[in-house]
Every structure is written in C-alpha cells, then in structure tokens.
C-alpha cells in the first residue's frame, strides 16, 4: 500500500515539475504594438512591448531599437510558466509582403 501512495506522489509531483517547464509557442498576427518600454527588474534591464493585449519582452536592445509603436508585427512568441512571454521573432508586416523580386 505505501509503495502505491508513493508512486502516486511521484507521478503527481513530476506532473507539476514538468508541466511548470513546459514551454508554449503561440503567435500574434497583424498586430499593433501600442508601447515600448525598459522595465528594471531584480536588477536587470528588460525591454518590453505591448502589443494587443500582450506584453512580450524583446532580448535584444537592436530589436527593440527597431520596433516601432503603432506599426503591425506578425510575432511569434514562447511562454511557460516558468519564463515570461518572450518575442522569438517579430516581423513588419509592411516588409513581410515584399517578394523577392523574380
């Protein structure tokens, strides 16, 4: 009987460490970024846009520099619950449409 109960543990336990870790892709298309914004946390700098509803943070400063507000993106973004909702790529919309020309 205690070697069920501790398997039960075991299997609940992993369960949440696991889905804790569990990293989301989602997108975000012909969206506007209504703000930009540097947020000092614990003593670190992040640079964040709002863009819909969703405050994304951008890794690079050179990506941030580039993003402009009221412009449309197509982003594509990762989150977990472990890691805020983090811009992966992010794409003008206006350059999206630009062909190569052939």
Request: negative net charge.
């Amino acid at each position: 009987m205690s070697s069920v109960l501790i398997s039960v543990v075991l299997v609940v336990a992993l369960y949440f460490y696991f889905n804790s870790k569990l990293v989301h892709h989602d997108q975000l298309h012909h969206v506007k970024v209504s703000n930009k914004h540097l947020v000092e946390e614990r003593g670190q700098s992040h640079y964040k846009i709002t863009a819909g509803d969703k405050e994304l943070i951008v890794e690079h400063k050179s990506t941030y520099d580039l993003i402009q507000v009221g412009q449309k993106y197509n982003i594509e973004y990762e989150y977990a619950k472990s890691i805020p909702p983090t811009i992966l790529s992010i794409v003008d919309e206006s350059q999206e449409l630009k062909g190569a020309g052939h």
